[in-house]
């Protein structure tokens, strides 16, 4: 038992199906619950005259057919999220939520007489998962390995943390759906245990989310080289489609209306699920259910359903074409395609991938070996392994890379988006960006972090905001202030910023309160490509409007300096003549106008930076402490090239 009490176990946290896994004799194998089934369907249902008993997994789901207002399914697609992100979706589920919830807030519902957060509600899952382990392990169980979807963005993954942390668990690591289920079929190897390189598409097509990873395999590594989804393509979306025929029959031939009556929805859904199930199977499946007395049967063919169904599998096939777009690949070039989730039994979905990636043509096949349902969990299963440090297993030197799916950066001086780690870098990542200020004596700045593809901040996702304090007051464009971003192992974000000149520091974990869904990350991608023209264009008029603004605050403070009378009266007039000209051309929509004019100044100011530089110089070797070229002098007078990016006014609280 001594052993077994630091046993790492892997777990695959479903929206539909919940599965724990442990590798045994170098093998993962999933656990199985109390009644012999690995799968745990992911309900939670609570007794409301108690309020303290709870039931998890198939007694839950029966519970959801007699008392639905008692229970709880698909959690996992409200973990992380805002009141407004669901409130589309509330309408498909029997949930209801706390009273007096306000945007922004963190989403409670009400089940069972309790007010319950979606980790809270997951936690309960796993807390079932935890305790089939321990049963077959007969040890304690206090670590695991929880896989994610691919999509999920670092308020989802945090949530997931908590439900882990709220279940006694401490996750050591979330991984990726697909990057599992690559691991699980044992990618890394050849039959004779040598390595293997290739490439590798992952497509998930579960009961909620839809995901498609690329992944490079070379010298023990899975790198993710990108990721793409969508969301609303899953087994609950085509039940959802099948659930509107049967509504609309039995609304037509029965004369009854099913969706006033919770209890016969649930009997109503199930019944769908399981024609569903068995038309993958079978070439026709009957439907029936009992409403108000009277019996409900349709037998529907396979060709029915697939008719039905074309246009929600279609859909996946966009994700698919981007995602080969995004990593530079044809079909052709894709080794492996490992199938995912319940949903991949469906034969018509088996034949739109498979002509995807022009499978029969080269003489290839899915991998559809292992169980769809799971795969994940048995991957997980994996890397908990090799985060256990048990050293005779021959995983323990996989290595796992993921990427990032969006790009994350800090508002700049005009409203403009600095990226410092762009969208599917390899996660751990780090990246580091010097800024400074953009007021003479400023010794506080809000520093404000983004998430998005757009240009500029307004158009992207604000993550979160802190403040650098008590920087020295210096003259603007003097203080370097380090940005670093941090990206961990489970996707969490950490920002900190330093002025390098007198070590003040600051620094923030980001844990916003919501997230965003699948479908809102592929609407910000999109739209990148949308706007880019737009977009980069705007950047490039403000870009140019604060280089000339920089300037002729340079050029208002070189003529107050001495060497300003060493000018003739000529030189004199053409730069005033110059200096309206950048003014007049701030009002401009082209950048090139302003960049000519700000050409222009820079020519007729080039001998006043001389004789500054001359005198800074002289200054200096007589040991006088005179103003020196940190003011931005040379070149374009207080815009040199190399500067780092100023911070944007509205981030600025000086003078405090």
């Excluded at 080969?324 to 469906?346: F, H, N, Q, Y």
């Excluded at 060497?563 to 005033?576: D, G, K, M, R």
Aim: aromatic share 4%.
């Amino acid at each position: 038992m001594a052993e077994n009490t630091h046993r790492v176990v892997g777990i695959d946290l479903g929206t539909t199906n919940s599965l724990v896994a442990i590798m045994q004799g170098g093998a993962p194998v999933v656990i199985p619950g109390e009644d012999g089934s690995a799968i745990v369907p992911s309900v939670v249902a609570f007794d409301q005259e108690t309020h303290t008993g709870f039931a998890v997994g198939n007694a839950a789901r029966d519970m959801l057919l007699t008392q639905p207002a008692n229970a709880v399914y698909s959690a996992k697609r409200l973990m992380g999220r805002d009141l407004a992100d669901v409130e589309p979706e509330l309408k498909l589920f029997p949930f209801k939520l706390a009273e007096g919830l306000q945007a922004g807030e963190v989403l409670k519902l009400n089940v069972g007489g309790l007010t319950l957060t979606p980790p809270e509600i997951s936690a309960y899952v796993l807390l079932q998962l935890k305790k089939n382990a321990e049963r077959f392990l007969g040890g304690e169980v206090t670590k695991a390995v929880i896989t994610v979807p691919a999509y999920f963005n670092d308020a989802q993954r945090q949530a997931t943390k908590d439900a882990g942390r709220i279940a006694g668990l401490e996750v050591l690591r979330l991984v990726n759906e697909p990057t599992a289920a690559a691991l699980a079929y044992g990618l890394d190897k050849n039959a004779d245990g040598t390595s293997r390189e290739g490439t590798i598409a992952v497509y998930d097509f579960g009961g909620g989310t839809f995901d498609i990873s690329i992944l490079k395999l070379r010298d023990g590594i899975f790198e993710v080289i990108t990721t793409g989804g969508d969301t609303h393509l899953g087994g609950d979306d085509i039940d959802n489609l099948l659930l509107a025929v049967a509504i609309d029959d039995i609304r037509g031939d029965l004369g009854v209306e099913i969706t006033k009556d919770p209890a016969a929805m649930q009997s109503l859904r199930k019944a769908v699920i399981d024609a569903k199930i068995a038309l993958s199977a079978n070439d026709s499946a009957r439907l029936a259910v009992e409403v108000e007395g009277k019996l409900y049967a349709r037998e529907i063919s396979r060709a029915q359903f697939e008719q039905l169904i074309a246009s929600v599998i279609e859909r996946t096939a966009g994700p698919v074409k981007q995602a080969l777009k995004d990593a530079a690949l044809t079909p052709e070039d894709i080794d492996e395609v490992v199938m995912v989730g319940g949903s991949t039994r469906i034969p018509a979905v088996r034949a739109l991938v498979s002509g995807i990636f022009n499978l029969e043509a080269r003489g290839r096949k899915l991998h559809t070996e292992l169980n769809p349902d799971e795969v994940v969990a048995l991957g997980a299963a994996v890397q908990a392994q090799i985060l256990s440090g048990t050293d005779h297993v021959a995983t323990n030197e996989l290595l796992l890379l993921d990427v990032t799916p969006l790009s994350l950066g800090i508002e700049a001086l005009g409203g403009v988006v600095a990226k410092i780690i762009q969208r599917n870098s390899t996660i751990p990542a780090s990246a580091t960006e010097h800024f400074t200020t953009g007021v003479d004596g400023q010794t506080n700045v809000a520093i404000h972090v983004l998430q998005g593809e757009r240009e500029l901040a307004k158009d992207c996702r604000s993550l979160a905001r802190f403040d650098l304090k008590g920087i020295p007051p210096m003259v603007a464009g003097l203080p370097r202030i380090e940005v670093k971003f941090l990206i961990d192992a489970n996707g969490i974000l950490h920002v900190s910023a330093k002025e390098q000149r007198s070590g003040t520091q600051a620094q923030v974990e980001v844990k916003p309160t919501y997230g965003l869904t699948d479908e809102q990350v592929e609407t910000m991608i999109l739209d990148s490509f949308d706007n880019a023209e737009a977009d980069i264009t705007a950047r490039q008029v403000i870009e140019a409007r604060n280089e000339a603004q920089t300037i002729l605050e340079a050029t208002k403070k070189a003529r107050q300096q001495p060497v300003w009378q060493q000018l003739t009266s000529v030189e004199h007039e053409a730069i005033a003549s110059a200096i309206s000209e950048v003014e007049a051309s701030l009002k401009d929509e082209d950048h090139k106008v302003i960049r000519n004019a700000i050409a222009q100044l820079d020519k007729h100011t080039r001998r006043l930076a001389e004789l500054m530089m001359d005198s800074a110089v002289t200054g200096a070797l007589g040991g006088k402490n005179m103003a020196t070229a940190d003011e931005g002098l040379g070149g374009d007078i207080g815009a040199p090239t190399t500067a780092p990016h100023a911070f944007a006014p509205a981030q600025i609280d000086d003078k405090k």
